[in-house]
């Protein structure tokens, strides 16, 4: 697919805000710093379409914008733990979980990980939940430059394997490296053959 535009079209708190309209969503999510922005940026051609945060977890807004005047690229916030009392809480924000339970315009949910990781708890409590809401989803390895391919493909099967045994079906993965390119041919390839099922 050939990226011919990709505009901001707005921010939503919440699902009741979010646009009305007919195209369908392809919705990125994934833990602070993963990635998300640069891979936005690398998916859609600009240099700064998504914001490359130095302090991560700052956006709380559902952001959407305009790829092709054809489909919506949907910045989900992302998911974390927050400190509490009592050690730590999984801290998920609502209107995300109401996003992703409930837009009809939903296609598909890019779930990104952090490719240079064992199996976090954090991200498979998130796909184990996001699994059950039956969203469709796929997983993005990010950053693989930073560490050598094979490295990649062992962390890649560890987690495919830590689904498996979560009773998730497996789904698809990409790998991706916003500094050298990698992974933007195939997932615009798989957006390309969404939008055309
Ligand atoms: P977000 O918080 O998930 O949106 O993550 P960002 O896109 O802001 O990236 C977090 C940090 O990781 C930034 O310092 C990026 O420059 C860096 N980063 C993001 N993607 C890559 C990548 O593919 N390779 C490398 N080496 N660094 C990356």
New binding site residues.
């Given amino acids: 697919m050939k990226i011919l535009s990709a505009v901001f079209h707005s921010s939503a708190p919440d699902l009741t805000a979010c646009p009305v309209h007919d195209r369908p969503e392809f919705a990125f999510i994934?833990?602070?710093?993963?990635?998300?922005?640069?891979?936005?940026?690398?998916l859609t051609g600009h240099g700064r379409l998504?914001?490359?945060?130095?302090t991560?977890?700052k956006?709380r807004l559902i952001n959407f914008f305009t790829i092709n005047n054809r489909w919506s690229l949907v910045?989900l916030p992302?998911y974390g733990y927050a400190k509490v009392a009592k050690g730590e809480r999984y801290k998920f924000n609502e209107a995300v979980a109401d996003y992703l339970e409930g837009r009809p315009n939903l296609a598909n949910v890019f779930v990104?990980i952090d490719s240079r990781l064992p199996p976090q708890a954090l991200d498979l409590e998130f796909i184990r939940w996001l699994a059950a809401t039956e969203a469709p989803f796929d997983l993005v390895f990010?950053?693989?430059?930073?560490q050598s391919a094979n490295q990649t493909a062992s962390n890649v099967a560890a987690f495919k394997r830590a689904l498996a045994d979560a009773d998730v079906a497996a789904p698809r993965a990409f790998v991706?490296?916003?500094?050298?390119g990698?992974g933007r041919a195939e997932i615009l390839a798989r957006i390309s053959e969404l939008l055309d099922a």
């Fill in positions: 994934g833990r602070s710093n993963v990635g998300k922005s640069s891979l936005i940026n690398l998504a914001k490359v945060s130095g991560p977890g956006t910045d992302g990104l990010t950053k693989a430059d930073k991706s490296s916003a500094t050298k990698k």
